[in-house]
Nanobody
């Protein structure tokens, strides 16, 4: 069973930064596209950023220029560097291995205070 474990969330002030990590167990990790998603209270889960096996990245318009996704295949880890955080970035952040529909982490809470 594929497992993903997120870490790095917390409470930060507006304008601050956080780096999230997603450690994956899949042996196919280096070949997989990984996505970071978030879900705020009362809202649907949305894709924030993704990174392909070849390192191609994509971002939601709301985070372009502020967030950066990267990966370390040797460590089977994907990172999400978040800068210039805003209160509307407050959410539970999840990582997902797009190869496996059920491969989701437990989430890490990010709270941005105004």
């Amino acid at each position: 069973q594929v497992q993903l474990v997120e870490s790095g969330g917390g409470l930060v002030q507006t304008g601050g930064s956080l780096r999230l990590s997603c450690a994956a167990s899949a042996s196919t990790f280096s070949f997989d596209t990984i996505g970071w998603y978030r879900q705020a209270p009362g809202k649907q889960r949305e894709l924030v950023a993704s990174i392909s096996s070849g390192g191609r990245t994509a971002y939601a318009d709301s985070v372009k220029g502020r967030f950066a996704i990267s990966r370390d295949n040797a460590k089977r880890t994907v990172y999400l560097q978040m800068s210039s955080l805003k209160p509307e970035d407050t959410a539970v952040y999840y990582c997902h291995d797009l190869r496996y529909s059920s491969a989701w982490g437990q989430g890490t809470q990010v709270t941005v205070s105004s």
